[in-house]
């Protein structure tokens, strides 16, 4: 039977990531910020959907992990 603990480096990585997104959504845009990104794109909007996209990113590598198969086993 394969090995099924998870690295130490990527437990610490995910806890580092998890810990950065969280303080990252806790931070505050002024509403009257009138910095615009491609001509359109106000920097609050542009920053949550950086935030959203990153979140994204952490839960498919950490699910990836935590549910891979055996190998030769048929899913």
């Known amino acids: 039977m394969p090995d ?3 690295p130490r480096r990527l437990r610490a990585g995910f806890w580092v990531a ?3 997104l969280t303080l990252a959504h806790l ?3 002024q509403h ?3 910095a615009l990104y491609l001509g359109w794109l106000p ?6 959907i ?3 996209a990153a979140a994204t990113v ?3 590598v950490m699910t990836s992990v935590s549910w891979r ?3 030769g086993e048929s899913p």
């Open 43 to 48: 920097a609050d909007l542009a920053f949550r």
């Open 69 to 71: 198969g055996d190998q």
């Open 32 to 34: 009257g910020d009138e």
């Open 18 to 20: 998890t810990f950065a």
């Open 4 to 6: 099924r603990e998870t």
């Open 27 to 29: 931070l505050r845009f």
């Open 58 to 60: 952490v839960i498919f």
């Open 50 to 52: 950086v935030w959203i």
